[in-house]
């Protein structure tokens, strides 16, 4: 699997009342580390013929990041695609190497030109899978 990171200093739109990221802001997080993944592997005629949607989130709030904090976005698909469905894992990760968030979320591709779900195509699967 090939494994994808960037990273993300917390701004103040980002904290909420209580002084921490928001977990509106970590899904908001979930999906830009997912597709800046997406974009840097698939190939750009991919990019224009397919859109992913995210069918499922499950996602483990483990500790805070509070303004101007730091963390390193990891994302990886492990296991080939199911039909239309895919999961990818995503994890943060502090500046001291302990997780903040980890989550699974599940996305299905979408065809463009029809807005239908279609199979995953293999060779799109292989590029996230080698």
Do not use: C
């Not at 979930?30 to 859109?51: C, G, K, M, S, T």
């Not at 999961?87 to 239908?116: L, N, Q, S």
């Amino acid at each position: 699997m090939k494994r994808f990171e960037t990273r993300i200093t917390a701004s103040a739109e980002d904290i909420d009342e209580l002084g921490h990221v928001n977990n509106a802001a970590w899904v908001r997080w979930i999906q830009e580390v997912a597709v800046a993944h997406w974009r840097a592997l698939a190939d750009p005629a991919d990019v224009d013929a397919y859109v992913w949607v995210v069918i499922r989130h499950e996602i483990d709030y483990l500790r805070a990041v509070g303004p101007g904090e730091t963390v390193v976005g990891r994302t990886w698909v492990p296991d080939p695609p199911r039909g239309a469905r895919f999961d990818r894992h995503v994890e943060f990760v502090g500046e001291d190497g302990k997780p903040r968030v980890r989550a699974k979320t599940t996305w299905a591709i979408i065809d463009r030109a029809t807005g239908r779900p279609i199979r995953v195509p293999p060779a799109l699967a292989a590029s996230f899978m080698a």
